[in-house]
Structure formats: C-alpha cells, structure tokens
C-alpha cells in the first residue's frame, strides 16, 4: 500500500477493547490492519449491492495478508500441520456497498488466548465513510491430520503473533 493516509473511523469508545494482556499467548492488541477492495460486478447481486457472502471472502483475505504482514504465511502454517479455521462467526450489516464504490476491509487480532483468536473487523465505504459491517469472529488453531484442536500454536507463529501487541 502507498505512504498515502489510510481512512480512519473515531476511535471506539472507552472499554470496547480494554482487556487486560495475560502471560504467555494470551494478548489484546488494538493495531487495525487495513486493505481496499473496489467492489467488481462478480462481487454484487443483480441489484449492484455486494452480495452479503463477498464480506466474508473479503475478511478473509485480510485475515490471511494481516498474518502474512508479520510473517506468518498461511500455506507453511498448513506444512506445519496447522490450520485455523472458523468456530464462531457474527456480522451485523450496518448500510450497502455498491457496484464501483471502495470498500476498506480492517481487521484486528483483537485477543489471542493459547490456540483461541478473536478477530474484530469493520468494513468501511471509503467513498461515504459510512461504517457498512462489523463483527467478529474467532478461528481455533487445529491439527488437520487428526482433526483436534492444537494444545498450542508452533513456537514461530506465537512469536510473530506477538507482534499484533508493538
């Protein structure tokens, strides 16, 4: 992305995310990471509105880019016999997206507890400024060969995740 100032939303108001960091992988963070979509006819319905599933493929991807920012590529968590997938998911749909409009998707490891991560999001009209989805949704690190959740994440991806927390 270029030096050019990113879009920011006010600040959440007090106590939205003022939990207290834990020892070992336990952490808050409160870093939003942010990246720009502009919204493509394969991202909408027949009306030109984004189709409500395209939020997800969006937080999704910068999920995996905000990882990728700190070192931590999905495919080799994969090759480490990790994977995070999906338990929990909620999203309110606060205003439409259109066709040609950009969209600022921002995520943010808001906590990190053992193999638990619990991530905020927002979707942002860059063009209005007008919050359009929040939600959140938490990923459980597993082992895909025996298909149980992890007992802790590889040591090389608790160190860059630590990083959510500068």
């Known amino acids: 992305m270029s030096d050019s100032p990113k879009p920011q939303l006010p600040p959440s108001p007090p106590g939205d995310h003022c939990l207290v960091p834990r020892p070992e992988l336990e952490a808050v963070t409160e870093k939003w990471f942010e990246i720009m979509v502009r919204v493509q006819p394969h991202h909408t319905d027949y009306g030109g509105v984004v189709w409500h599933g395209t939020y997800l493929t969006w937080l999704e991807t ?5 990882l990728r920012s700190i070192g931590v590529d999905f495919a080799d968590l994969v090759k480490l016999g990790c994977d995070l997938p999906v338990v929990n998911l909620a999203l309110r749909y606060h205003r439409a997206i259109r066709l040609g409009q950009t969209a600022v998707i921002k995520v943010q490891m808001q906590e990190i507890q053992k193999v638990r991560l619990e991530w905020q999001n927002q979707i942002v009209c860059l063009e209005t400024g007008e919050l359009c989805v929040t939600g959140k949704i938490t990923l459980v690190a597993i082992d895909p060969a025996k298909g149980k ?10 160190e860059n995740l630590l990083k959510l927390r500068q």
């Open 62 to 66: 910068a999920r995996v880019e905000c």
């Open 149 to 158: 959740i992890m007992r802790r994440l590889p040591p090389v991806v608790q």
